[in-house]
DNA sequence: GATTGACCTCGACCACGCTCGAAATCCTAG
DNA sequence: CTAGGATTTCGAGCGTGGTCGAGGTCAATC
């Protein structure tokens, strides 16, 4: 399937012909499904137009696979799809705007670092309850656990 | 509006009287919307039935509130609706099922724990993002940032 | 030249987690 | 007793982020 058939000239299986590579393999490459890919693509989230073959074929090159990239790291963080239009945007638009770029950016990383923050709070409760639940199965006494409308207080 | 109607036999406004809270202050004391509480309760989220007046509206108590902020705490760490619903599922079936909430929880735990730190992971690429911007625009030779199809390697 | 599989567009559909509106009922204040 | 606001159920609707299928095209292989 996957044939690896040597050529002189070619580099490594990973580096990207000149010619470009399919959805199908910009698709393994960027973890996202063919169909994502061109639902970004429809979504405005990428800067570039892909290239085409004549016959109308989408052929990903260096620079579509690092803009989606990091298209998947802000989605991975979080950042709604319109954040991620209106980044990508901003960076279509050419010189001029870096510093709204570096706004939006900035704000991202805020929001995600408060969002771990509270994400961590949240945990310490529920890994309180876990702690109980094994301290008591150890212990053998589960008996003691909270049951609807039961005596203990540990649900 | 919010009057506080001082009563010589109750507590602090914020002790719940014996006969429970109406569901408006249930939602303000949660942080969760009226419609959000009833949602809740459809989907089976609620251990034990809500209690009712005579005429059918939804009494709030102490251990109602505690387990809804449960339910909070296990939504804003991400864990799907069904997850809770598992949960409660487990916790009204009553003892003999410890166990299985422990590794619901623990699950879910390093769930969100492996989700921290690919967080993270992702935030990396993006705070240097985010420092290559300040750096140039601090310097002040912003053009040499990417743009469409330009020269530079830092969109 | 025919087959085969990857690819194309377009619009519909899905899962999730709420959110809302209508119409009826309850209950408290005046 | 009445008016008003809060609450009830039920079902529909919404925003987000994909996911899918139909029907057609392209291109490498036999």
Chains 1, 2 share one sequence.
Do not use: F
């Not at 399937?1 to 590579?21: F, R, T, Y």
């Not at 620079?63 to 790291?73: G, P, V």
């Not at 209106?86 to 709204?100: C, I, S």
């Amino acid at each position: 399937m996957v044939e690896v058939n040597p050529q002189p000239n070619s580099g490594p299986v990973h580096a990207i012909p000149p010619v470009g590579l399919s959805i199908g393999e910009a698709a393994r490459r960027t973890g996202l499904s063919v169909h994502t890919l061109r639902y970004y693509e429809r979504a405005g989230l990428v800067v570039t137009p892909v290239d085409r073959t004549h016959g109308g074929r989408r052929r990903y090159h260096q620079l579509d696979l690092e803009w989606i990239t990091i298209c998947t790291r802000l989605r991975a963080t979080g950042m709604p799809i319109k954040g991620i239009r209106r980044y990508a945007e901003l960076v279509a638009a050419g010189r001029g705007n870096e510093d709204e770029r570096l706004d939006l950016l900035e704000a991202h990383l805020d929001h995600v670092l408060a969002g771990i923050a509270e994400l961590q709070e949240n945990l310490k409760l529920i890994a309180h309850k876990v702690d109980i639940y094994r301290g008591r199965l150890a212990a053998g006494d589960a008996d003691r656990l909270w049951a609807p409308r039961g005596p203990s207080s540990a649900p």
